[in-house]
């Protein structure tokens, strides 16, 4: 048996964010408090936002204090004002920080409690208020997910939360919103949704459903993601990028991640790295590790991303695709934590801790080929740099 989860209304294309007085209208939801951050405010995407809808007789309320890697007292800042504020829903407005914050205080506001009692394994499935997510970045697929992650300061811990109190109600993807965002952000959010599309395929929880989301998210990604690095103004490049972000968050959303995201978290939990950052900082390492328990499964990301031939055997698919992960990172000068400034005494002292956290997320116990702590650690010194 197989059960999948997908947002109420899910509006794709360029200006569907003109939409969005209809779709409230439709769920019979008029007065929305709209979670975002200080850059999209200082880039007047907000404002274009609150124009629709005050154009079409709605008044919403702003919080924009949200932060990278959301925190439990961000979280709750933003909890405390949406208590006060009479709205009937929560829109989150951006990268995944945002809409991160904007499914926690969603899922809290009608059953208050402290934000570590929904950490995985915990699931949380009643619903609180109608979650509208709006993506601005092509990467988290979180408009699609049923994932949350908060970072606990008290303990430098990222928790991930699941469960379909978590799941957007409605999801607006339009790629016009992600016109002109910097390489270092396109490429970082781009990788990242390339990861949640293969650790989608070959998860041990993936079914036939997540698998031709996952399939076409690597259709779209691997050819487009250079493009729309070095030419931000390319609409056919951003737009394939934003679909298939899309695609591989209803794929991992309905299948999980793995090895990668289970190490990456911890991270940027430590290190404040950006969340795509790590995960490509892992990727080929992991990947590579991985490989030998589903060389079926990998050959076919590759034969997906274009970079193998249909008629090519799986051994020398599987070796094209690493070579690309490899060369996808040098493209897009992609940093080894070494490079990104990050000691390397603070990052063997922390490896334990930081295998421990991984294997506690979840997200290994999907990954083809298990690994220990003492596996993970070895990958953590692999990929330093």
Same mark, same amino acid.
């Given at each position: 048996?197989?059960?999948?989860?997908?947002?109420? #209304?899910?509006?794709? /294309? @360029?200006?569907? *964010?003109?939409?969005?007085?209809?779709?409230? =209208?439709?769920?019979?939801?008029? !007065? +929305?408090?709209?979670?975002?951050?200080?850059?999209?405010?200082?880039?007047?995407?907000?404002?274009?936002?609150?124009?629709?809808?005050?154009?079409?007789?709605?008044?919403?309320?702003?919080?924009?204090?949200?932060?990278?890697?959301?925190?439990?007292?961000?979280?709750?800042?933003?909890?405390?004002?949406?208590?006060?504020?009479?709205?009937?829903?929560? #829109?989150?407005?951006? /990268? @995944?920080?945002? *809409?991160?914050?904007?499914?926690?205080?969603? =899922?809290?506001?009608?059953?208050? !409690? +402290?934000?570590?009692?929904?950490?995985?394994?915990?699931?949380?499935?009643?619903?609180?208020?109608?979650?509208?997510?709006?993506?601005?970045?092509?990467?988290?697929?979180?408009?699609?997910?049923?994932?949350?992650?908060?970072?606990?300061?008290?303990?430098?811990?990222?928790?991930?939360?699941?469960?379909?109190?978590?799941?957007?109600?409605?999801?607006?993807?339009?790629?016009?919103?992600?016109?002109?965002?910097?390489?270092?952000?396109?490429?970082?959010?781009?990788?990242?949704?390339?990861?949640?599309?293969?650790?989608?395929?070959?998860?041990?929880?993936?079914?036939?459903?997540?698998?031709?989301?996952?399939?076409?998210?690597?259709?779209?990604?691997?050819?487009?993601?250079?493009?729309?690095?070095?030419?931000?103004?390319?609409?056919?490049?951003?737009?394939?990028?934003?679909?298939?972000?899309?695609?591989?968050?209803?794929?991992?959303?309905?299948?999980?991640?793995?090895?990668?995201?289970?190490?990456?978290?911890?991270?940027?939990?430590?290190?404040?790295?950006?969340?795509?950052?790590?995960?490509?900082?892992?990727?080929?390492?992991?990947?590579?590790?991985?490989?030998?328990?589903?060389?079926?499964?990998?050959?076919?990301?590759?034969?997906?991303?274009?970079?193998?031939?249909?008629?090519?055997?799986?051994?020398?698919?599987?070796?094209?695709?690493?070579?690309?992960?490899?060369?996808?990172?040098?493209?897009?000068?992609?940093?080894?934590?070494?490079?990104?400034?990050?000691?390397?005494?603070?990052?063997?002292?922390?490896?334990?801790?930081?295998?421990?956290?991984?294997?506690?997320?979840?997200?290994?116990?999907?990954?083809?080929?298990?690994?220990?702590?003492?596996?993970?650690?070895?990958?953590?010194?692999?990929?330093?740099?």
């Amino acid at each position: 048996m197989v059960e999948i989860s997908l947002p109420r #209304i899910v509006r794709v /294309g @360029g200006g569907t *964010i003109n939409d969005l007085p209809e779709v409230l =209208a439709r769920c019979g939801l008029s !007065r +929305p408090f709209v979670v975002t951050d200080a850059f999209l405010v200082q880039s007047g995407l907000v404002a274009r936002m609150i124009d629709v809808l005050e154009s079409a007789g709605l008044s919403a309320q702003v919080f924009a204090e949200t932060v990278p890697d959301p925190t439990v007292a961000v979280v709750e800042a933003a909890l405390e004002a949406l208590r006060w504020s009479g709205c009937d829903c929560v #829109i989150g407005f951006g /990268g @995944g920080s945002p *809409i991160d914050t904007a499914k926690v205080i969603a =899922a809290l506001a009608l059953d208050p !409690r +402290p934000i570590p009692t929904m950490k995985a394994p915990a699931v949380t499935d009643v619903p609180g208020l109608p979650i509208i997510a709006v993506p601005t970045t092509a990467g988290t697929g979180s408009e699609a997910t049923r994932f949350t992650i908060v970072t606990d300061e008290a303990s430098n811990e990222k928790m991930l939360c699941a469960g379909l109190a978590f799941l957007p109600t409605i999801a607006i993807v339009d790629f016009e919103l992600t016109m002109g965002k910097p390489v270092r952000l396109t490429a970082d959010t781009g990788i990242d949704s390339l990861t949640h599309a293969i650790e989608a395929y070959v998860s041990r929880r993936a079914n036939a459903f997540s698998d031709a989301m996952a399939l076409s998210a690597m259709k779209l990604i691997a050819p487009n993601i250079r493009t729309a690095c070095a030419e931000p103004g390319n609409r056919a490049a951003r737009e394939a990028m934003m679909v298939g972000a899309h695609h591989a968050g209803i794929a991992f959303s309905n299948a999980s991640v793995a090895l990668v995201h289970g190490m990456s978290r911890p991270i940027g939990a430590f290190f404040h790295v950006p969340h795509g950052l790590s995960n490509a900082m892992l990727l080929p390492a992991v990947t590579a590790f991985s490989a030998p328990s589903a060389l079926g499964r990998y050959a076919e990301c590759a034969r997906a991303m274009g970079v193998a031939s249909e008629d090519e055997g799986d051994q020398a698919a599987v070796a094209r695709l690493l070579e690309e992960l490899a060369a996808l990172n040098a493209d897009l000068s992609v940093p080894t934590p070494r490079s990104h400034g990050i000691s390397q005494a603070q990052w063997t002292q922390l490896a334990p801790e930081m295998a421990r956290q991984a294997i506690a997320s979840g997200s290994p116990a999907n990954n083809p080929r298990i690994a220990d702590a003492g596996e993970i650690e070895g990958l953590y010194a692999e990929v330093f740099g």
